[in-house]
């Protein structure tokens, strides 16, 4: 019995080591209030995106979710204003992985609300497929779609005081590579539809946000508007929700024993958001509220340029 009891202490001990000291985040600690302010929050009707929707909403802030799913997006807003007190949380439907809904979401809000102080691309999933205009899921989801919402949105944001653009990428940007080649053969950055090329696709278009951020801070110097990308930390969300069954079965397992949390996934986000003289680090990229070290590739100038013409092109712009 001692050497059991010994064994299970041993194995709670090297369980709480590995969790506390590799996957639990810092938490971003402010008493900043948004009162009068405008934020957008893509992919919001679950996991990070929801709960960073419902602390800018406890901090009075004017919160768009801007989702696909229409059920689930009217749900999360009547979540939201009974946790928050706040009846000024609205949804407006936003798909991604289609050009013109882009546009479209873009066009209802600028008609419709006067300011925008934050956006941000908080959307992001691990799926095989096409968009709507043919490009790979993950490459037009996460980085094409967002990408042309923030230039659509860019002169709203300009027009705030002090504005900021958040991008949530992903550590695993450190394995990701962007091939001109591919997107303009394939109109995606992997060659095949597996699990395995999914997860590729994924990774490369976390370097992409990362990318894009770095460009966007170039381009938007001078101006009253800064742009952070993070990485959330290992978090339990919906991101896998397209996997299949067997990756989900040994994914689970160790999501619920690991991972953060959605509320301790916020983390990193709400700092870039919120954090005050955070401007002169802007184009820079965060992870556990603090700044970190992106791969080289991410740090390269030239291939963030080169992606925005592209990302342009691809977009119509």
């Given at each position: ?18 969790y ?7 938490r ?34 004017r ?36 050009l ?26 691990i ?7 043919g ?19 860019l002169?709203?944001l ?45 990774c ?14 170039n ?99």
């Amino acid at each position: 019995m001692s050497v059991l009891l010994s064994v299970l202490v041993g194995v709670l001990a090297a369980y709480l080591l590995i969790y506390y000291c590799l996957f639990k985040g810092a938490r971003f600690k402010s008493n900043v209030t948004l009162k009068g302010k405008t934020a957008i929050v893509t992919g919001s009707n679950t996991g990070i995106g929801k709960t960073t929707a419902l602390d800018l909403a406890k901090r009075g802030a004017r919160v768009i979710l801007a989702c696909r799913n229409k059920e689930k997006a009217e749900a999360a807003v009547f979540d939201i204003r009974k946790e928050s007190g706040n009846p000024e949380v609205l949804y407006m439907h936003l798909d991604l992985a289609s050009l013109k809904s882009v546009r479209a979401f873009a066009e209802t809000f600028l008609k419709s609300e006067p300011r925008l102080d934050l956006l941000i691309n908080n959307a992001g999933l691990i799926a095989s497929g096409r968009t709507e205009d043919g490009f790979g899921m993950a490459f037009g989801v996460n980085h094409l779609g967002h990408f042309l919402l923030t230039l659509l949105l860019l002169d709203r944001l300009k027009q705030a005081e002090h504005s900021r653009v958040v991008n949530v990428s992903a550590l695993l940007h450190r394995l990701g590579s962007v091939d001109f080649n591919l997107l303009n053969t394939h109109k995606d950055l992997v060659t095949g539809q597996s699990s395995w090329h999914a997860f590729r696709a994924y990774c490369h278009s976390k370097l992409c946000n990362v990318l894009f951020t770095r460009e966007l801070a170039n381009r938007l110097e001078g101006t009253s508007v800064t742009c952070y990308c993070l990485h959330p930390g290992v978090i339990t969300t919906e991101i896998g929700r397209n996997m299949g069954v067997l990756h989900k079965l040994l994914f689970l397992p160790m999501s619920k024993l690991f991972f953060l949390d959605p509320e301790g996934g916020a983390q990193t986000t709400l700092y870039c958001a919120l954090q005050e003289g955070l401007e002169p680090l802007s184009g820079r990229y965060f992870s556990s509220c603090a700044l970190q070290n992106v791969s080289a590739q991410g740090r390269d100038d030239a291939l963030a340029r080169k992606l925005w013409e592209v990302s342009e092109r691809l977009c119509g712009l």
